[in-house]
């Protein structure tokens, strides 16, 4: 059964700063690896999407990586802003049931302070 | 292009009454997710549609769920006799090669 960890919960930190965010998942066979960004009250905003034979994807101040062998992905913030203050969740396709539902950390909530 | 559409997006109901929740997905997605979020919890996977496969239906947490979609498009999920603990945020999301697109969900409350 695959497991999605997400280190740390929370995190808070101010205006301008650089930030990781960490995910980590415990079955190596992955097809790709998403994350996800959720506001409160709201549904969830793909943000990126690595493919098991990439090791990174850019979006604008957002750099994921992935490292399938260690079963680990980070998603680099740069230049934090307030309008940056979300969860974050990583999901990872999980095939062990035949279907490719996919599996969820538990999020990081991030706070960027003015 | 229209992204997931989900309604309601809010619904209040009775205890024991019947409820019906509708996801359109983005056109030509062969794959449809439900999932759950409780107040504070994480995403509660509940059924996966791909293409004219059998659902995986693993994650109904009871008889008193079920889902259908038809014709590979519109989703609806069913939640019959519905309790306190059903009052959760139901997300949707439709996808193509495991990637995943959400709608904003609809909140139920269960009263």
């Known amino acids: 059964k695959q497991e999605v960890t997400q280190i740390p919960a929370a995190l808070s930190v101010p205006e301008g700063e650089n930030l990781v965010l960490n995910c980590s998942f415990t079955d190596s066979a992955i097809y790709n690896l998403q994350w996800f960004r959720q506001d409160p009250g709201k549904g969830l905003t793909s943000l990126l999407l690595i493919q098991s034979s990439q090791r990174e994807q850019t979006s604008g101040r957002l750099n994921a990586s992935l490292d399938k062998s260690s079963g680990r992905s980070t998603l680099y913030i740069a230049a934090s802003q307030p309008g940056d203050s979300a969860t974050y969740l990583c999901?990872?396709?999980?095939?062990?049931?035949?279907?490719?539902?996919?599996?969820f950390g538990k999020g990081t909530k991030l706070s960027v302070i003015p | 292009g229209a992204g997931v559409s989900q309604s309601p997006s809010n619904k209040v109901t009775e205890k024991g009454k019947d409820v019906e929740l509708r996801c359109d997905p983005i056109?030509?997605?062969?794959?449809l997710y439900w999932y759950r979020q409780s107040l504070g919890q994480g995403l509660e996977f509940l059924i996966y549609?791909?293409?004219?496969?059998?659902?995986?239906k693993s994650g109904l947490p009871s008889d008193r769920f079920s889902a259908e979609r038809t014709g590979g498009s519109v989703s609806t999920l069913t939640i019959q006799r519905t309790q306190q603990e059903d009052s959760a945020v139901y997300l949707c999301?439709?996808?193509?090669?495991?990637?995943?697109?959400f709608g904003q969900g609809t909140r139920l409350t269960v009263v």
């Open positions: 549609f791909q293409g004219n496969s059998a659902p995986d």
């Open positions: 056109s030509g997605h062969t794959a």
């Open positions: 999901a990872v396709p999980y095939s062990g049931a035949g279907s490719y539902q996919l599996t």
């Open positions: 999301a439709s996808g193509m090669n495991t990637e995943a697109f």
